[in-house]
C-alpha cells in the first residue's frame, strides 16, 4: 500500500493505492495554513498500513538530496508555507520513505507510466491554470539539475497588440504572468470560462503557449508534449495552437502530426495524483 499527496495552492488531493497505480481511496483537503491542512492529511494516512508515500508539490521546492533545506516549499507567496519542510514533516510522522518532486514533474510520471505518454522514454506535462509549471521525462528520468525546471517562467516575445503589462510578482510579463488564468482574468475582465466566445482571449493564448511550446520542443525535444490544467479545458485552444506553432517552427524540425503530438492528459484529473504514487514507488525501491 502507498500514499499519495498532490499538493496544490487550493487544495490538497491524498490517495492511497498500489504500485500498479489502482487508487483504493482518494479525498480532497482544501490549502490554509500547514497546521490545518497538514493535520488532516496525516488523520486520513494514519487509517492505514503504507510502505511509502509520495509527494507531488507546489513550488518552487528543494529537491536537491544534499542540500538542508531539501523536501521543503521554499520561496512561495502562499501564506505560512514558505520554507515550509513537508518531507520532514511526514518522516517524523510515519517513519516511511518519501518520494518528493513538483506536482508537474509528478504529473508527467504519471503520464508517462499509464497516460497519453505510456510506452515512451520522454514527454513534458504542462499545466496552464492558476500558474504555468512544467515537468519533464528525458530518457525516462524526470528531469532536474541545479533545481527542477521552472518553464512557466520563460520570456516569450510579446503579441503586438497586446499591452497588458503581466501578472506575475517575480518577472511581469513571463509566460505565466502572461498566459496563466489570473493575467486572462485581469487582461480581460472575466475568467476564462466567461469568455469562451471571445475568439481574441484564445488567439492571444494560443499565440504565447505556442511560442513556450517551441522553446520546449527546440531545446528538450520531448516525444509527446501534454497540456493540462483548468485553462486548458477551454478545448478551442488546442487549434489555435497548432496553427501558431507551425507558424514559429516555420519547418525549421520536422514535428509529427500535432493532434497526436500536443494532447490533453490521458490520465485527465487523475495524472499528478497517480504521479505521485508512482513517486512513493521509487522512494520504496530506492530503499531497498
Known amino acids: 500500500m502507498l500514499g499519495a499527496i498532490e499538493a496544490g495552492g487550493t487544495k ?166 502572461l498566459a496563466a488564468g489570473p493575467a486572462i482574468e485581469e487582461r480581460w475582465g472575466a475568467k476564462g470560462i466567461d469568455l469562451i466566445d471571445r475568439q481574441e482571449v484564445w488567439e492571444l493564448q494560443g499565440y504565447y503557449i505556442a511560442q513556450a511550446l517551441m522553446q520546449y520542443v527546440l531545446i528538450l525535444s520531448p516525444k509527446k508534449i501534454i497540456l493540462g490544467g483548468g485553462v486548458m479545458n477551454q478545448k478551442q485552444l488546442f487549434p489555435t495552437i497548432y496553427k501558431y506553432l507551425k507558424v514559429f517552427v516555420a519547418d525549421y524540425v520536422h514535428l509529427p502530426e500535432l493532434s497526436d503530438y500536443i494532447v490533453s492528459p490521458g490520465l485527465g484529473d487523475y495524472a499528478g495524483i497517480t504521479g505521485s504514487l508512482m513517486l512513493a514507488k521509487q522512494a520504496l525501491q530506492e530503499n531497498h
Open 12 to 177: 490538497f488531493v491524498c490517495a492511497v493505492g498500489d504500485e500498479t497505480g489502482k487508487i483504493i481511496e482518494r479525498i480532497q483537503i482544501p490549502t490554509t495554513v500547514p497546521q490545518e491542512t497538514m493535520t488532516k492529511v496525516i488523520e486520513f494516512f494514519k487509517g492505514y498500513t503504507l510502505e511509502a508515500i509520495g509527494v507531488g508539490s507546489f513550488g518552487p521546492i528543494d529537491v536537491n538530496r544534499e542540500s538542508l533545506s531539501y523536501g521543503s516549499i521554499t520561496s512561495t507567496p502562499k501564506l505560512g508555507w514558505r520554507d515550509y519542510p513537508i518531507v520532514k514533516t511526514l518522516e517524523k510522522e510515519f517513519g516511511l520513505p518519501i518520494g518528493f518532486n513538483t506536482d508537474v514533474n509528478a504529473a508527467a510520471l504519471g503520464e508517462v507510466t499509464l497516460g497519453a505518454a505510456k510506452g515512451l522514454d520522454s514527454c513534458i506535462y504542462i499545466t496552464i491554470g492558476t500558474g504555468i509549471g512544467a515537468g519533464a521525462i528525458i530518457q525516462g528520468k524526470l528531469l532536474q539539475g541545479l533545481t527542477h525546471p521552472e518553464m512557466g517562467h520563460i520570456l516569450v516575445r510579446r503579441h503586438p497588440k497586446d499591452e497588458y503589462q503581466g501578472k506575475c510578482p517575480y518577472h511581469g510579463d513571463c509566460l505565466e504572468g
